[in-house]
């Protein structure tokens, strides 16, 4: 597992089939049709702009540069196919806690990618970095991110009417301890 300086000199974590990464110039067009597409914004605000998009990849580098964790890349290994992101980000509702979060394209749900990349992050979280806690969001109705955090051992912590640049939506908060890991990772 790579260190917390390993991620902020751009060393990736790598999983049986995935290559979690800093965002690279060939991954900004389909980084920019996925954030753009509605159905896989559906839950996680509105679609970005193309220019959005490339702004966004630019902050995560960013982070990941100098705080060793961030939304990285999630790269499918056999072929080199960009799929989507995944990692952690600060929120502003919760600013003590990691949220873990994660999106793919729609070709690549249902595969276990978002599952095996969370739990790369999260050995990451409890091992590497020594986090005692980390959570994840969802909109209460988003019934695929919610199986995906129980798949990673994620409990339902609490729910709250939460706010999101004026629009105000159901979410669900799902939490998992360094303890809780440990125990069920052996």
């Known amino acids: ?12 974590i790598l999983t049986q089939r995935l290559k979690l990464r800093r965002y690279q110039p060939s991954d900004l067009p389909v980084l920019a049709v996925m954030n753009g597409d509605p159905e896989i914004m559906q839950y996680l605000g509105r679609p970005l702009t193309a220019a959005q998009s490339d702004d966004l990849a630019a902050t995560i580098n960013e982070r990941l540069a100098t705080r060793g ?4 890349a999630v790269e499918r290994r056999a072929d080199g196919a960009f799929i989507g992101m995944c ?4 929120e502003v509702w919760y600013p003590d806690d990691l949220e873990l979060g994660w999106r793919l394209g729609r070709t690549f749900w ?8 969370g739990t790369a992050w999260l050995a990451f979280a409890f091992e590497a970095h020594g986090v005692d806690r980390v959570i994840s969001i969802a909109d209460a109705p988003n019934a695929r991110s919610i199986a995906v955090m129980k798949r990673l051992g994620f ?7 939460l706010d999101d640049d004026g629009e ?18 052996g």
């Open 110 to 117: 249902g595969e276990g990618y978002a599952t095996e990349a």
């Open 87 to 90: 990692g952690f980000s600060p």
């Open 155 to 161: 409990k339902l912590d609490h729910s709250a009417e």
């Open 168 to 185: 105000t939506f159901s979410a669900v908060i799902y939490a998992i301890s360094r303890g809780a890991w440990r125990s069920q990772t």
């Open 69 to 72: 964790y961030g939304m990285a």
């Open 1 to 12: 597992m790579p260190s917390l300086d390993d991620i902020r000199a751009g060393v990736p």
